[in-house]
């Protein structure tokens, strides 16, 4: 069995980003480090008030989770609206005294499910919204839906700012540190053809699902700054 590369025990985990193997532990210290440096990147402003965005998966209730631990370094509110067809992170947020909106509702893409927080959203006051969109579900996001020419749904990253902490994050170890909750949810992805299509190709490219991520970012800064200079 290998052994964890950074600190000597069992690994569970292969990274493919580093090509290293990884214990629970140092998995679960990587993504909390990835998922700060990804809220960052949105350059919080202080009493800026965060949104979590929630649609019922183990992404949405890990983003949650580590939001509500990682809050304390930055002087911000946080709020949770969850989308979804039944309430997952309702008793996390009356835990920690969060307010949580629930709307019943199922979506079949990606871009249906940024329409639906879109609309949720549309006149609210400059909120930071926090997407669970892990890498594998952008990556889906984008192969499927984004470069067969469907733009609807960067209209969300047009009009708000939007981080997304989970970015660098595979499902795989979101699933490794949740196992029950994984265990008892819903298929990761929104899109069944497109997870199994991605799948099949990382096995012969490991890299793609973070070359992919990136076009997507690198789209979406062009077009965001685009909307600005002609704002």
Known sequence: MPLCHKCGRYAEYLDVESGRWLCAKCIASIVEYKFLRGIRLAKPRRGDNLVMVCRGDLQSY????????????????IEAIELAPQPLCEELCEEEGIKYC????????????????????RGAQDPLLVMPDALEDLAVYAMSEVWLGDL????????????????GVSV????????????????????????????????????LPYSAVEA??????KLRKKSIKTS
């Open 62 to 77: 890990y983003a949650l989770k580590t939001l509500i631990k990682v809050e304390k370094a930055y002087e911000v509110t």
């Open 172 to 207: 795989k170890a979101l699933a490794l540190l949740e196992p029950r909750l994984a265990a008892r949810l819903p298929p990761a992805y929104l899109l069944a053809s497109s997870r199994e299509l991605l799948e099949e190709l990382s096995r012969s490219t490991p890299s």
């Open 216 to 221: 997507l970012f690198e789209l979406t800064a």
């Open 152 to 167: 609807r749904g960067l209209l969300l990253d047009m009009l708000f700012r939007v981080a997304y902490p989970l970015s």
């Open 102 to 121: 629930f709307e019943e509702a199922k979506h079949d893409t990606y871009t249906d499910f940024r329409l639906a927080v879109l609309a949720r959203l």
